[in-house]
T-cell receptor, first 113, second 117 residues
């Protein structure tokens, strides 16, 4: 799996967009970018994934650069409940029940009133 | 929405006890996983199952066993609990897909914080 680099922490004002960057310069052509988050004392939560096109769902948007070496997760209107650690993971697609999710350090996002 | 439930949020057991952790998912997912999460060590895979009665060892299976008698239920068993098994235990499920990205969409339960004294 490609290595990812994320800033250890970020602050965001409530109601503003939170933009969380991730570098994955060694990503290979068949690897997807996944984002998860973990709110304190809860299990991780899947957010979104993408290959090369920008993706949007009810939770967030994912912007992947054209060279695919970095991506940004966007929470368009952050709320206090979005305070969590956000993990960017790069994984090969395809069936593999042994897909262990390896979370790196992640970015601790603090949404402030 | 996918829902993964775990039998207990907090559990305290004594050394040597047999411990059962239950996990149930309601989305008809084929794959189920048991992880433990410890500070500084991230998520570590204990066992996973890709079908009823099928199981595969993850990275740290020692001291654990699993059971999957029904598709929706995946149980983790600590045969003889020890203090180094004090941890947060997380169950997850994901759909079976072939050649697609959804296999990496894992849906987690709330976790069970187990303390072994």
């Amino acid at each position: 799996d490609a290595k990812t680099t994320q800033p250890p922490s970020m602050d965001c004002a409530e109601g503003r967009a939170a933009n969380l960057p991730c570098n994955h310069s060694t990503i290979s052509g068949n690897e997807y970018v996944y984002w998860y988050r973990q709110i304190h004392s809860q299990g991780p939560q899947y957010i979104i994934h993408g290959l090369k096109n920008n993706e949007t769902n009810e939770m967030a948007s994912l912007i992947i650069t054209e060279d695919r070496k970095s991506s940004t997760l966007i929470l368009p209107h952050a709320t206090l409940r979005d305070t969590a650690v956000y993990y960017c993971i790069v994984r090969v697609a395809g069936y593999n029940a042994g897909n262990m999710l390896t979370f790196g350090g992640g970015t601790r996002l603090m949404v402030k009133p | 929405d996918v829902k993964v439930t775990q039998s207990s949020r907090y559990l305290v057991k004594r050394t040597g006890e047999k411990v059962f952790l239950e996990c149930v998912q309601d989305m008809d997912h084929e794959n189920m996983f048991w992880y433990r999460q410890d500070p500084g060590l991230g998520l570590r895979l204990i066992y996973f199952s890709y079908d009823v009665k099928m199981k595969e060892k993850g990275d740290i299976p020692e001291g654990y066993s699993v059971s999957r008698e029904k598709k929706e239920r995946f149980s983790l068993i600590l045969e003889s609990a020890s203090t180094n098994q004090t941890s947060m235990y997380l169950c997850a499920s994901s759909p079976w897909t072939s050649g697609a990205a959804r296999g990496n969409e894992q849906y987690f339960g709330p976790g069970t914080r187990l303390t072994v004294t």
